[in-house]
Every structure is written in structure tokens, then in C-alpha cells.
């Protein structure tokens, strides 16, 4: 059984940090590509940031040189350090799983954490 369990999110302050993690299971972790998207309400869902199996990286205009995308494939989880937070930076946060051959077929999400930045 595929599952995620996401943690992290919160709430913070603008220029404030937060680091998000998400740990999977059911899933060889090392052949997915993973990913960290936003959704804001009334918005649609955004990609903020992508490692791929081989740990290459990269973001969304909008949080480049403050966000930092990592993964531990030891232990099976993909990390969002997120730095220099901002009032549009609010969103549910989610993490995305998809496999580097087969990434229709087998594309998993996890039930996300919220992040709120408010002064």
C-alpha cells in the first residue's frame, strides 16, 4: 500500500522558515521523481519544486533562492526547506511521487500540510 505522511507545515511569520517532510512507503523510492506543489484556495494547483531519482533540482520562479528541495533516499522521504517566507507563499503543500518510467501510471500524491504565512 502506497502512502505519504507529509509533516512540517505551520504557522509563521513572513521572512519566517519552514521545513517541510514528506516520508513514503509502498513505493521504491529511489525510481520516483518527487515533487512539492501548492494549491491556494481558489487557485490552481502549482509546482513549486522537483528532485529527480538522480537529485536534480528545480523550482518554480517564484521561490527560487528561498526554497531547497532535498531527498534521503535511506530514508525513503523528500524534504522543502523553505526560507524567507511571504504572504503568497500560503497553500496547502503537496507532495507528488511519479515513477521515472511509468509516470501516468504510477503518479502518487500524498494529503498535504498547510502552510500559513501571516503577520
Known amino acids: 500500500q502506497v502512502q505519504f505522511v507529509e509533516s512540517g507545515g505551520g504557522l509563521v511569520q513572513p521572512g519566517g522558515s519552514l521545513r517541510l517532510s514528506c516520508a513514503a512507503s509502498?513505493?521504491?523510492?529511489?525510481?520516483?521523481?518527487m515533487s512539492w506543489y501548492r494549491q491556494a484556495p481558489g487557485n490552481q494547483r502549482e509546482l513549486v519544486a522537483t528532485i529527480t531519482s538522480g537529485s536534480t533540482t528545480s523550482y518554480a520562479d517564484s521561490v527560487k533562492g528561498r526554497f531547497t528541495i532535498s531527498r534521503d533516499n535511506a530514508k525513503n522521504t523528500v524534504y522543502l526547506q523553505m526560507n524567507s517566507l511571504k504572504l503568497e507563499d500560503t497553500a496547502v503543500y503537496l507532495c507528488n511521487a511519479r515513477h521515472i518510467r511509468q509516470p501516468t501510471r504510477w503518479n502518487y500524491w500524498g494529503q498535504g500540510t498547510q502552510v500559513t504565512v501571516t503577520s
Open positions: 509502498g513505493i521504491t523510492f529511489v525510481m520516483y521523481d
